[in-house]
């Protein structure tokens, strides 16, 4: 039978993981994908990925992640990660609005109850100072035509984004800059090249609004006006540059880690419409990629993961039902992620690329 976890592995990073396991491997990244609602579906392995891999952990990890990927590394910082994982699944599954077609006001209002929810009273100070977990929040801060923050001149920036990144990526560097809100431990940033790349301390002021910025869909939230400890502003969803990141050469020394919604990934939120620029299983040899099965998609109601989607066309009542059963069927990829890391073959069942 298949597997319900899919795992990828460079060269080197299985060589490394094959001699030393998993617990003993030198994780130096993990790394948090932009996606939504997509994110339940590896929330059951995230609370294996906190207990088994990161807690207690010794060695320095840089935990870069834009929009909901950066939401589920603040609660894996936490002292008790579990508890935090399972407040944000509660907060996120029955998040409720006062129409089917809220405004983005109301969206980031709820964004932040959220947040507020499952980081609790202490989350920020947490975060902002910890020990080795390092937190790295991937923003998109406009500039030029993609300055507008609201109605028809957000419309004319998204436009020409969405034009100009057809014809060549760089293009978007022209609208947007990448801002990463940083622990103050981090000097330079893993898979970030181009885009003006600039880092500002994170700090128990500005962790929220980083973390809401971070995840600010235009036309569906409200953007972050400003932050503190940064200059200038509107700062947008951090997926606008790094909806998946792009893997091409790896500048820190250790593995990456990557848990995943899928085993393709899509460089920016305007190339999601782009073939060409999403690569299968883009792997470099640090690499450690692992996203649920094409067995395990299968066997999901209406064969898929949650997605953003699912607002428009089901009830609130058949979009939680169906949310639930995806987050207890998230188990057995939390499941299959345990035997894999305490079995005696740490490469059982893993594609080495």
């Not at 929009?67 to 935090?84: E, Q, V, Y």
Request: aromatic letters at 8%.
């Amino acid at each position: 039978m298949q597997s319900a976890l899919s795992v990828y592995m460079g060269s080197e990073a299985a060589k490394t993981i094959g001699e030393q396991g998993w617990q003993s491997a030198p994780f130096s990244t993990l790394i948090g994908a932009s996606g939504g609602p997509k994110w339940l579906i590896l929330s059951e392995l995230d609370k294996v990925l906190g207990h088994a891999l990161l807690l207690g952990r010794g060695e320095a990890m840089t935990l870069l992640g834009s929009s909901i990927g950066t939401w589920r590394h603040a609660c894996l910082s936490l002292n008790d990660s579990g508890a935090a994982i399972s407040r944000l699944q509660q907060a996120y599954l029955y998040q409720e609005y006062s129409c089917a077609r809220p405004s983005p006001i109301e969206v980031s209002e709820v964004a932040e109850q959220m947040l507020r929810r499952a980081l609790g009273p202490e989350g920020a100070r947490q975060i902002s100072a910890h020990p080795t977990l390092r937190n790295a929040i991937v923003t998109a801060r406009a500039k030029g035509l993609a300055r507008g923050e609201s109605g028809w001149k957000l419309g004319v920036g998204m436009a020409t984004a969405t034009l100009g990144n057809a014809v060549s990526r760089k293009a978007l560097g022209l609208l947007f800059d990448r801002v990463v809100f940083c622990h103050s431990e981090l000097s330079s940033m893993p898979f970030t090249n181009g885009f003006n790349t600039q880092l500002t301390p994170l700090d128990e002021l500005n962790l929220i609004p980083a973390l809401k910025a971070s995840g600010a869909i235009p036309f569906l939230m409200k953007c972050e006006p400003t932050i503190p400890g940064a200059s200038g502003g509107p700062f947008w969803d951090g997926g606008i540059i790094d909806y998946h990141f792009t893997l091409k050469a790896n500048q820190t020394p250790g593995l990456v880690l990557y848990p995943h919604f899928r085993d393709r990934l899509t460089p920016g939120w305007f190339d999601k419409m782009l073939r060409w620029r999403t690569p299968q299983r883009s792997v470099i040899d640090q690499l450690v990629l692992m996203c649920p099965s094409n067995a395990f998609l299968a066997q999901l109601p209406h064969g898929k993961i949650p997605d953003r989607g699912d607002f428009r066309v089901m009830s609130p009542a058949d979009r939680v039902a169906y949310w639930e059963t995806c987050v207890r069927e998230s188990g057995r990829l939390a499941e299959a992620f345990h035997n894999l890391i305490s079995g005696d073959d740490p490469l059982r069942g893993v594609t080495v690329l």
